[in-house]
């Protein structure tokens, strides 16, 4: 819950257009009918809410939350705005409570200009507590060791993990005079190292009937302790189906922050496990709970099945678990570029391109958002063609641990490199989408309302796909009266496509017929017109152009191509 604290007639309308735009993630803080001061406002929602946005001077806020702080862990982010709206600055908890991002979020909402300060965003390079994993030691020191560019030596006993790029002064397996590590091991941390906790272990359990949160909770913690392991690396606890609601469990999950993944009770008894027993086989129909539901993903048995100790007086034990260490993941992104201007590009595309250590694409593409890469990416460029080597080297980069960004523009799996990658992955990585605009939409746009009925695209590129068939299909839409933009519609090798396409459409369609052309929509030269199925010259179309025939219904009116979206005109 965001906290809204006003004092003055346009900081509460600030407010009130802020809370009208995040209906349900805002809680408005005002003098009540007690007449509630802004001091105590302050108080009531530093308690209450994980952030606040105050609509007040920063130093009236730094006076009121001064007593309030408990430490960077505990404490709310906090955003403040002007009386003028012109800045939303991040105040306290840039990183940890959010407040860089809700600066910014706030910022778009007001319109005014996020203020951030905290050094690793001003320097581009991602804060050490911004990865999305636990981090313990000495973060603040390490941090500045890697911004200075001081030698920091990069620990990964365990693996290569998905992590973002980071600066060159950090560097696997070298010397340096302050160390990350990455290891979900209790390690004993020196004065200038800190220790990121990767998602590695997955804790089966099994529970009776009843068995006390307490209970199953100080099992885990137990073997994990003994097993010189971190609470912090626990991705996940794992059970079979019957338990999914046993709130011993459910009760254990929450309290440790991890979700409670379930498995059928057949799939748990396939699974070969060195301590099966007749107890869970009679109560759940599989020889083995916790073993059996912690190797399921796969991995490697760290802690055999063991037994929770009862409370005094409190009869048998009703809790088993067992720890496994699954090897890490990597993470492809297909990522979607858009047509070509910044702003068609998603705010999730971007955040994918920053989030990526490895970006693998075309030398074009590459280009388009050069700008927006982290400090130390790895850009693997290459040129037209070697499609498949690019998709090859995607995936088997992703395969070795690393976080890796493929790119594409308009949307990277329309007619473009998502299907070569995926048909080369296999489920041994994580594979994230992000949906593009493509640039039949893109081109949309700019004509009008050309697809306000059912439409298709098609590629008129006989590269990949032999012509007859591509012909059958443009028949099939002529038949249909569809809508349709052709991509790929002519380069200087392939001259004849585009005219024999357009006159099997014109065996069912007028002369008349609207037909949109959109050259390099959305970037620096971009051109369109509106002209007829007669009247196109079809020497004016090349490989940077999308061609869009309306159907039988499209009209142009105003010199914007429309199709109805039913086949009679509503008077
Ligand atoms: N993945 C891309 C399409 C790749 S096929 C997408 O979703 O948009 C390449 C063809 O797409 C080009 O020959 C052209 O027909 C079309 N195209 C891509 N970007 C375009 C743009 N900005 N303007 C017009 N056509 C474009």
Partial sequence: MIGLISATAAGAAARDRLAAAWPGRTRVYE???????????????????????CFLATGAVVRLIAPLLAGKAADPGVVCVDEGQRYAVSLLGGHGGGANELAA?????????????????????????????????????????VLDGERVALRSPGGVWPLPPLPVNVSEGGDGDSVLRVTDRIVELGAREAVLRPPSLVVGVGASKGAPVDEVLGLIEEALRGAGLSALSVAELATVDAKAAEPGIVGAAERLGVPLVTYGAQRLAGIAVPNPSGAPLAAVGTPSVAEAAALAGGGELLVPKRKSTPEAGAGAAMATCAIVRRPPRGRL???????????????????????ASVLVGLDQYVDQIRDLLRPGTRVLESGLGAEEERARTAVAEARAGHAVALIGSGDAGVYAMASPALAEASDDIDVVGVAGVTAALAAAAILGAPLGHDHVSVSLSDLHTPWEVIERRVRAVAEADFVVTF?????????????????????????????????????????????????????????????????????????????????????
């Fill in 333 to 355: 992104a297909v990522v979607g570029l858009g047509p070509g201007a910044r702003d068609l590009l998603t705010p999730r595309a971007t955040a994918e391109l920053r989030r």
């Fill in 105 to 145: 979020e706030v910022a778009d909402v007001l319109g005014c200009a996020p203020v951030v300060t905290t050094a690793t965003d001003a320097a581009d390079v991602p804060g050490l507590d911004t990865l999305g994993w636990p981090v313990e030691g000495a973060v603040a020191a390490v941090t500045r060791a």
């Fill in 487 to 571: 991509y790929n519609p002519r380069s200087r090798g392939r001259d004849w496509q585009l005219p024999k396409a357009l006159s099997i459409l014109a065996e069912h369609r007028e002369p008349g017929t609207p037909v949109g052309v959109v050259r390099n929509a959305s970037r620096a030269d971009e051109s369109s017109r509106v002209t007829t199925l007669a009247g196109l010259d079809p020497a004016t179309v090349d490989m940077m152009t999308v061609v869009t025939v309306g159907n039988t219904a499209t009209r142009e009116i105003a010199g914007r191509m429309v199709t109805p979206r039913g086949y009679r005109w509503q008077s």
């Fill in 31 to 53: 003098g009540g009918p007690a007449g509630e001061s802004v001091r105590e406002s302050v108080e009531r929602a530093f308690a209450e809410c994980e952030q606040l946005v």
